[in-house]
């Protein structure tokens, strides 16, 4: 069960990076909730009094376990006292500990660097374990291991993602948009990032930063991100005007599609897609320009121009089945694979075994018919010869 946190004195910013780390690191261990439903509350200090403002926390929510977290180290007895830029994992700790009311000290710093080195020493000891323990495995376990699992991800929803939800949906659906309508389309994210996307260009200009990409890939767009479509004006022109040149980037359209998609599958696949019907990829991707995934340049070999279905891939390939679902939401938002249902969408694989076997029928014709004219020549020779003699 998540625990619900509850967010007091926190500007929206804050609090959407919250957010993101709950979803993206906890896993959703933590969920952000009103503050009289919360098991803990993480009171935001800034320039405030920390005595004076956990005094008005107590008294408009008497009884609340909380957290002060504060740009400058502070000490309260009985509260955890956090400083920004804070520990990921100490700050999971600390929420954990208070919503099952256990008021805890602050560990002094060699108790917390002792602690650090034990579990980096642990987990070092797991790693090298775990590496051992993989040499030792046999090819012919892996390729069971393997085939055992297709079947077992194939029927787990939660193999299904909707793009939709996401950036990558967005964007795809304002690029359909932008190329019908002839008219440019600004996408807007929080207050001061964009996407300007231009009728038939093939790029986007866009300053959205690498970190931010990667957390817009992991969240629902229209719950936890501010976002709006916005028509191509003088206010949006403002805006990118008004960004430092070094954040605007020019992106091609294919390989942002591509980039995101990536980060947004995850070894999932477009809600929708069956994993046993025929699709083909209809050309080689530029692996070198695109992010990567792995067995990648494996899959484009084997799928190019040869209908499979994605469980079919994974198991000739014997790889996980999770690198083909990424390989195939990445290649499809960018319309490179395609369905394999009709004649014609079976290339021409079928036509040319045809035209071999037509090629060899009228070349066993041509010989055929050679062989008689030698054979007529041959009866007809002695006759020759014998008139010559004569």
């Given at each position: 069960m998540s625990i619900k946190v509850g967010l007091y004195q926190m500007d929206e910013r804050s609090a959407g990076r919250l957010r993101i780390v709950f979803k993206m690191v906890y896993k959703d261990q933590c969920v952000i909730s009103e503050i009289a439903d919360a098991d803990s509350v993480i009171i935001n200090v800034d320039q405030n009094n920390p005595n004076q403002l956990l005094a008005e926390f107590k008294?408009?929510?008497?009884?609340?376990?909380?957290?002060?977290?504060s740009d400058k180290p502070i000490t309260i007895e009985g509260i955890?006292?956090?400083?920004?830029?804070?520990?990921?994992?100490?700050?999971?700790?600390?929420?954990?500990?208070?919503?099952?009311?256990?008021?805890?000290?602050v560990h002094s710093a060699s108790t917390i660097d002792s602690t650090r080195q034990t579990a980096d020493l642990l987990l070092k000891k797991t790693s090298m374990q775990n590496n051992n323990n993989s040499a030792k495995a046999s090819q012919q376990s892996l390729i069971d291991n393997v085939k055992n699992s297709h079947q077992t991800v194939i029927d787990n929803k939660d193999i299904y993602y909707q793009p939709g939800n996401f950036l990558q949906g967005k964007v795809t659906?304002?690029?359909?948009?932008?190329?019908?309508?002839?008219?440019?389309?600004?996408?807007?994210?929080?207050?001061?990032?964009?996407?300007?996307?231009?009728?038939?260009s093939?790029?986007?200009?866009?300053?959205?930063k690498e970190r931010q990409l990667i957390s817009l890939g992991l969240i629902n767009i229209d719950s936890d991100v501010v976002f709006r479509e916005e028509p191509f004006t003088e206010e949006q022109m403002l805006a990118m005007s008004e960004t430092p040149t070094k954040e605007v980037k020019v992106t091609s359209i294919?390989?942002?599609?591509?980039?995101?998609?990536?980060?947004?599958?995850?070894?999932?696949?477009?809600?929708?897609?069956?994993?046993?019907?025929?699709?083909?990829?209809?050309?080689?991707?530029?692996?070198?320009?695109?992010?990567?995934?792995?067995?990648?340049?494996r899959i484009s070999a084997f799928w190019l121009n040869q209908p499979q279905s994605i469980h079919d891939i994974a198991s000739?390939?014997?790889?996980?089945?999770?690198?083909?679902?990424?390989?195939?939401?990445?290649?499809?938002?960018?319309?490179?694979?395609?369905?394999?249902?009709?004649?014609?969408?079976?290339?021409?694989?079928p036509d040319v075994a045809k035209a071999r076997q037509d090629k060899k029928g009228l070349f066993s014709a041509i010989l055929k018919k050679l062989g008689s004219l030698s054979h007529t020549f041959d009866e007809q020779a002695p006759d020759n010869q014998e008139d010559r003699g004569q």
């Amino acid at each position: 069960m998540s625990i619900k946190v509850g967010l007091y004195q926190m500007d929206e910013r804050s609090a959407g990076r919250l957010r993101i780390v709950f979803k993206m690191v906890y896993k959703d261990q933590c969920v952000i909730s009103e503050i009289a439903d919360a098991d803990s509350v993480i009171i935001n200090v800034d320039q405030n009094n920390p005595n004076q403002l956990l005094a008005e926390f107590k008294q408009a929510y008497p009884g609340k376990p909380a957290i002060i977290l504060s740009d400058k180290p502070i000490t309260i007895e009985g509260i955890k006292c956090m400083t920004r830029p804070f520990k990921l994992p100490e700050l999971l700790e600390a929420l954990k500990h208070t919503a099952n009311n256990k008021l805890f000290a602050v560990h002094s710093a060699s108790t917390i660097d002792s602690t650090r080195q034990t579990a980096d020493l642990l987990l070092k000891k797991t790693s090298m374990q775990n590496n051992n323990n993989s040499a030792k495995a046999s090819q012919q376990s892996l390729i069971d291991n393997v085939k055992n699992s297709h079947q077992t991800v194939i029927d787990n929803k939660d193999i299904y993602y909707q793009p939709g939800n996401f950036l990558q949906g967005k964007v795809t659906a304002a690029i359909a948009k932008a190329n019908s309508s002839n008219k440019s389309i600004f996408l807007r994210c929080w207050s001061h990032r964009w996407i300007v996307i231009s009728p038939s260009s093939g790029c986007l200009v866009e300053n959205i930063k690498e970190r931010q990409l990667i957390s817009l890939g992991l969240i629902n767009i229209d719950s936890d991100v501010v976002f709006r479509e916005e028509p191509f004006t003088e206010e949006q022109m403002l805006a990118m005007s008004e960004t430092p040149t070094k954040e605007v980037k020019v992106t091609s359209i294919q390989k942002f599609i591509w980039n995101i998609a990536v980060r947004t599958a995850r070894g999932r696949i477009p809600e929708g897609t069956s994993v046993n019907d025929l699709y083909v990829l209809e050309r080689w991707p530029n692996l070198t320009r695109l992010m990567k995934i792995k067995n990648a340049m494996r899959i484009s070999a084997f799928w190019l121009n040869q209908p499979q279905s994605i469980h079919d891939i994974a198991s000739k390939l014997v790889i996980p089945i999770e690198d083909v679902y990424t390989y195939f939401s990445a290649a499809s938002a960018i319309g490179l694979i395609k369905e394999a249902k009709r004649r014609e969408d079976n290339l021409l694989k079928p036509d040319v075994a045809k035209a071999r076997q037509d090629k060899k029928g009228l070349f066993s014709a041509i010989l055929k018919k050679l062989g008689s004219l030698s054979h007529t020549f041959d009866e007809q020779a002695p006759d020759n010869q014998e008139d010559r003699g004569q």
